[in-house]
């Protein structure tokens, strides 16, 4: 009887290591040949794309394809962004462990992740609210302590907790929401897709130094819509 319990125990052992060890190694690939090969350098943001696992912030049913070099759905017609655009943003961002980021459109929670692994908390607000559900329990069962999930319209962002070093938007808005700008800390860093819906948008950065805010053209991007709150959702 304990012999069989044994060998069940070695078989579910080896089949939840081989699990996680095939996601693993097809996650090192997609780092070597889709992100550090186009450029992305800074070794935390290298080592925390190849750690959180970005499989299970996907439906199950696209198994290795949550690696693909491409954006994926995710639920009410939302999208998780390339690997590689996250990958970028994060860099651009320039995160270290003091930091606080603020992230607008949490979608499926694994920017949040990808940041909160470098970062010392992610405040990160989804405006549809089945979503921001779904995250908040993908992100409880991995264990992250640092992020909090709100949802609501992200365009007031989160003055109770403000000024944030990082503002990262994840959602393709006409114009740069001023209460953003507003929220963002001296020396801080805000990015976000602007241009107009379903078309290509510009990446914006937007700096603050001793209070004098600068923006500059990064690269086009394609992001699913920022909406407001009165948007019917
Ligand atoms: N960062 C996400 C991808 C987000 S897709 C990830 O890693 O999976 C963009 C998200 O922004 C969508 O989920 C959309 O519902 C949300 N969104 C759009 N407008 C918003 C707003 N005003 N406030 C908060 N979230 C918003």
Known sequence: MYVYLYIIALIWL??????????????????????ESRGVSDPY??????KVPRHL???????????????????????????????????IVNPSKHKKVLEIGTGSGYQAAVLAEIAD???????VDELAREA????????????YVRSG???????EHAPFDIIIVTAAADQIPTPLI????????????VGKPGNVQELKLVTKKKGKVETERLIYVRFVPFKRKQDNL
């Open 182 to 193: 507003d929220q963002l800390a001296d020396g801080g860093r805000l990015v976000i897709p």
């Open 136 to 147: 908040s329990s993908t992100l409880n069962k991995l264990g992250y302590k640092n992020i």
């Open 45 to 50: 943001v290298l080592r925390a794309m190849r």
């Open 153 to 159: 319209d992200g365009y007031n962002g989160w003055p």
């Open 57 to 91: 912030f996907v439906s199950p049913e696209y198994g290795e394809d949550a690696y693909g070099d491409y954006p994926l759905p995710i639920s009410h017609g939302q999208t998780i962004s390339q690997p590689y655009i996250v990958a970028y943003m994060t860099e």
């Open 14 to 35: 080896e089949m939840t290591y081989t699990q996680t060890d095939k996601y693993a190694s097809i996650r090192n690939k997609m780092v070597d040949s889709q992100i």
């Open 121 to 127: 908390s992610v405040f990160t607000i989804e405006i």
